[in-house]
């Protein structure tokens, strides 16, 4: 099992060391490319953007098996104080978690099993999507005409055993305003961010 894939319990204080932390990042007025090299450091991207989303946020996640989009919302968790476990919901298509303090609930959506458009519908992703929660969404791709049409769309890549490309495209006045917080927030919380790495 990939480190990727391993359960993290929400309010887990895996952080990477100074010295551990190279995250790379490139940054345009849309998009937001970063490069991970540990499922701490993923995590700790989500844990950054679940302390930025509000009510009504839509964030797809699109990317191969293992390809970091749990770990990413387990981080985004994090940030937003859900309670729980976050794992992969592919069996129930929808997980519900409540915050420990008032806030939004995270709306975890896993399209994987769904087989057309009908299905989603079925689901009731859109009534998620338009409410007053966080909607995270994996393989966002299979229900793409669904989904707002300003949103965040987050491309997971595999790249190496602990290495993963994130590709943030913001959609919308608010999604690009939150992907610049982003990238100044991992600037300012995750040492050597700005770093390059080979």
């Known amino acids: 099992m990939s480190l ?4 993290m319990r929400t309010g887990a204080t895996t952080r990477p060391s100074p010295a551990e932390a190279r995250l790379a990042s490139t940054r345009t007025d ?3 490319d970063i490069n991970t090299h540990s499922a701490q450091e993923t995590f700790a991207v989500g844990e950054q953007l679940g302390r930025l989303l509000g009510p ?3 964030v797809c996640l699109q990317g191969d098996l293992g390809s970091g989009k749990t770990c990413l919302t387990q981080g985004i968790g994090q940030g937003l104080g859900v309670e729980g476990t976050i794992n992969s919901p592919t069996f129930v298509f929808i997980n519900e978690h409540r915050a420990r303090q008032p806030g939004p ?3 975890h959506v896993d399209l994987y099993r769904i087989n057309d ?3 989603a519908l079925v689901l009731g992703l859109e009534d998620y999507m338009y409410g007053d929660g966080i909607t995270v969404i994996e393989w966002a791709e299979r229900a793409r005409e669904l989904i707002p049409e300003d949103r965040l769309w987050i491309t997971l890549q595999y790249v190496g055993p602990s290495e993963r490309k994130l590709l943030f495209v913001a959609t919308g006045a608010h999604y690009e305003e939150l992907v610049r917080e982003l990238d ?4 300012l919380t995750i040492p ?4 390059q790495s080979h």
């Open 4 to 7: 990727f894939n391993q359960p």
């Open 105 to 107: 609930y995270l709306y």
């Open 184 to 187: 100044d927030a991992l600037h």
């Open 192 to 195: 050597g961010s700005g770093e």
């Open 56 to 58: 009504g946020d839509v």
């Open 30 to 32: 849309r998009m937001l």
């Open 117 to 119: 458009l009908l299905d």
